[in-house]
């Protein structure tokens, strides 16, 4: 049996601790240990952005961070966009825009909007684009997700 070690850790808002091994991912920790299934297995490589959360103000892919490495840091996930009583205004504009479907790709594509606004309010659509990049989708044309993002940067 592998050794796991205690992580503290900030997560939507909320203080958190978690055992877990040394060799599980972020993305790990938050579905299996935290029952945090936002954020999605796509690639586990890096490349779909499916699984994306904000690290410390940074976006990030979590099948590639550690969860021991997220100890004394921040983690936002897709569940702590809405508030109890309202949607995030990215959601909404993702709703109004129809710019989602079968949902695997959504939560990266919500988090990378947000770390996009976050860091610049009022994006161009080269920005959302150049964002938005390290997000595969399948199933939709890109141009509503940048519509999207950009009436959600309109509405902020």
Request: hydrophobic residues 40%.
């Amino acid at each position: 049996m592998a050794r796991k070690t205690h992580v503290q850790t900030q997560i939507n808002g909320d203080s958190v601790e978690f055992l877990c091994e040394a060799r599980q991912s972020l993305l790990e920790v938050l579905r299996d240990e935290l029952q945090l299934t936002g954020a999605k297995e796509g690639c586990n490589n890096g490349n779909c952005g499916a699984c994306s959360v904000i690290l410390d103000g940074r976006l990030v892919n979590s099948c590639l961070v550690l969860g021991v490495e997220t100890g004394g840091k921040v983690v936002e996930t897709v569940e702590g966009l809405a508030a109890p009583d309202r949607l995030h205004p990215i959601q909404d504009a993702f709703l109004e825009n129809a710019a989602l479907q079968c949902g695997i790709c959504t939560p990266g594509f919500l988090m990378s909007a947000k770390a996009l606004l976050d860091n610049n309010p009022n994006p161009t659509e080269p920005e959302v684009r150049y964002w938005l990049a390290g997000n595969l989708c399948r199933c939709t044309g890109y141009d509503k997700i940048v519509r999207a993002v950009l009436d959600a940067a309109a509405a902020m």
